[in-house]
Structures are given as C-alpha cells and as structure tokens.
C-alpha cells in the first residue's frame, strides 16, 4: 500500500493569504486527487491530478482558487488562495494504487 | 440523488455486538466497493476492498457487495472501543474518480 506524507498537518491563516499544502508518495503512482472534508461531513472532491497535464476540477472549484501542481509521480502540491474563513476545512490528498489511499490531512483555520 | 447513500448515523452499541453499516448506490458501473475507517482528526484508512458481488472476511471484519441490489455493507463482529470511528463506504467505476459515502459515525460503549 502507498504510504503518504502530506504536510503541513494543521495551521491557521489570516484571510486574503495563500496556503500550499504538499503530498508526498513513497511509490509512482498515475493518479492523485485532493479533497475538502468539512468537521462531521464526507469528502468532496476538488480536483484530480494527474502527471504531465492539467488538473481536472470538479464544479464548484476553479483552478485560480485551487492552484495544483503535479511535478512528477509522487508529488502534489494544493495552493488554497485569497483564502476566507469559508475555506477552514480539512484538506486531504489521496492516490489511486489499485485501491484509494489517504494522507493524514491538513486542518486550515482561516481567521 | 447522490451516487452513494449511507446512513450518517449515529450508531451506538455496547461492546461485543455484531455492527452492520450499509451502503446503496446508484450506478451499475460501479465495480469497486471499499470501506474506510476515519478516527477523528486523522485521514481515512482503508479496510476493506471488494471487487464485484460477494463476501471478504479479514478478521473480525466482512465487507458484503450485493450488485443485483446495489447493496454494501461492512459488518464487525465482537466489537471493540477502538472501533468507535466514522466508516465510510466508496465506489469506483470507469470514471477516473471515487464516490463516497457520507459517513456512519459508530459508537462501541465499554
């Protein structure tokens, strides 16, 4: 099974800043995905990315507020823009390796 | 009417008992069925994963895939405190992505 790192595993932000979030992979794998998991709800997902094109974005989530980058197979990277308190939420990043396997999540706070 | 349905819970039972935690979906594409456990602040772990119709047994766990019904369910037999978490059941076809459950949140009381 892929073993994730994704880091950072929490922080706060003042509105109107950036966050990057990084997903790091312990083997090649084609497919990632992020997801938002607000307290208490199931995961939505924002976009896939795949290596060596564009990330697909689901409705709702537009490439200028989530900005992802796929520089090769076993990294991501999720920027949550312009941030406000709407976007506190767990952020987590997944990978397709014959089954779904999950980071630990990133728990944003936007103040 | 969302691809997957699960009931949020939440489920209480006492230590010992047979929990069964169910999932319906919509789309006959679906081939894929895995159950994840979510303790709180921590990401999904996965627990089980079936391919099709059928039972899979891992230890106290039986992970059940009725396609005819487009039924799942997980059961846990002799349950534990530590398996007080939120189990969420997923699906994956020909659409390059997963579709998940809403969560049942489940409570093993000592």
């Known amino acids: 099974s892929a073993v994730i790192s994704q880091k950072p595993s929490r922080d706060i932000c003042q509105r109107g800043t950036s966050l990057t979030i990084q997903c790091q992979v312990d083997?090649?794998?084609?497919?990632m995905f992020w997801y938002r998991q607000q307290p208490g709800q199931s995961l939505t997902l924002i976009a896939t990315?795949?290596?060596?094109?564009?990330?697909?974005?689901e409705s709702g989530f537009v490439i200028d507020k989530f900005p992802i980058s796929r520089p090769n197979l076993t990294f991501s990277t999720l920027t949550v823009s312009n941030m406000s308190p709407e976007d506190s939420s767990i952020y987590l990043c997944?990978?397709?390796?014959?089954?779904?396997?999950f980071g630990q999540g990133t728990r944003l706070t936007v103040v | 009417q969302k691809e997957v349905e699960q009931d949020p819970g939440p489920l209480s039972v006492p230590e010992g008992a047979i929990v069964s935690l169910n999932c319906t979906y919509s789309?006959?594409?679906?081939?894929?069925f895995m159950w994840y456990r979510q303790y709180s602040r921590k990401g999904p772990e996965l627990l089980m994963y079936?391919?099709?119709?059928g039972n899979k047994e891992d230890g106290r766990f039986t992970a059940q895939v009725d396609k005819s019904s487009k039924y799942i369910s997980l059961f846990i037999r002799d349950s534990q405190p530590s398996d007080s978490a939120t189990y969420l059941c997923a699906a994956w076809g020909n659409f390059n992505k997963f579709y998940f459950g809403s969560g049942t949140k489940l409570n093993v009381k000592p």
């Open positions: 079936t391919y099709s119709s």
């Open positions: 789309n006959s594409a679906f081939q894929y």
């Open positions: 083997s090649q794998v084609t497919m």
């Open positions: 997944s990978v397709l390796d014959m089954r779904a396997f």
């Open positions: 990315a795949n290596q060596g094109s564009e990330a697909t974005y």
